[in-house]
């Protein structure tokens, strides 16, 4: 299987508590992407890595977040102190770089924040 | 600020007629228009894309149209088939990839036999 890939697939933790999540894109995108989706609500874009380096970051993207991408391969959003609103459908795309390419998305990983 | 609505949250077509789903847009910036199709608990997956400096792309069963000056487009499939009970994501991009997609809230497409 050569698409996008996320890990965990769910995730139910306390309230305070840390989680990670990773996604491996396809493996010649040098473009990958985070966002969030809730409830009734389409994908919300949070940041955005060119290779490994991290362009752009929604002003969702509160400094209880950060995501990494070291090698220019996988990456990495770790959520510090999770409260019951991050409580969501995080979802990861990659694209190749260049104008009008579509972004291919993972099966999403589901925070449940209890 | 919606800046991609899409006004109809749920559609019901009957199995082989035309579905017509809709989407309107307020940026000017955006050049670049996708619709993603999306199962329950699943990611979404990429159906057509359509750049500004057309007006119409088509595959297979799917023809997306584009009204720059309404700041409207359009997903149509016929024929409708069961498995295209779905929601249907309207995305737009105006960084060139860098600023990622702007999506509406999704139109639950029911097709009835």
């Known amino acids: 299987d050569t698409g996008v890939s996320q890990d965990p697939r769910h995730k139910i933790t306390k309230r305070g508590q840390n989680v990670t999540f990773r996604c491996d894109p396809i493996s010649e995108h040098n473009r990958l992407y985070w966002y969030r989706q809730t409830l009734g609500q389409g994908p919300e874009f949070l940041t955005y890595f060119q290779n490994e380096a991290q362009l752009e970051k929604s002003r969702l993207l509160s400094d209880r977040f950060s995501a990494e991408r070291p090698k220019g391969s996988f990456s990495t959003l770790e959520i510090q102190r999770t409260e019951q609103g991050d409580s969501a459908m995080y979802l990861c795309?990659?694209?190749?770089?260049?104008?009008?390419?579509?972004?291919?998305f993972g099966q999403g990983t589901r925070l449940t924040v209890v | 600020d919606q800046q991609v609505k899409q006004n109809s949250p749920s559609l019901s077509v009957q199995e082989g007629r035309i579905s017509i789903l809709n989407c309107d847009y307020t940026?000017?910036?955006?050049?670049?228009f996708l619709w993603y199709k999306k199962y329950p608990a699943e990611g979404p997956t990429f159906l057509i894309s359509?750049?500004?400096?057309?007006d119409k792309n088509e595959d297979g069963r799917f023809t997306v149209f584009l009204n720059k000056s309404a700041k409207h487009l359009s997903l149509h499939i016929v024929p409708s088939q069961p498995g295209d009970s779905a929601v249907y994501f309207c995305?737009?991009?105006?960084?060139?990839?860098?600023?990622?997609?702007?999506f509406g809230k999704g139109t639950h497409l029911i097709i009835q036999p």
């Open positions: 940026n000017s910036m955006f050049d670049y």
């Open positions: 359509i750049s500004s400096i057309k």
């Open positions: 795309a990659s694209s190749l770089l260049g104008p009008n390419t579509e972004a291919f």
């Open positions: 995305a737009a991009d105006s960084g060139g990839g860098a600023d990622g997609l702007t």
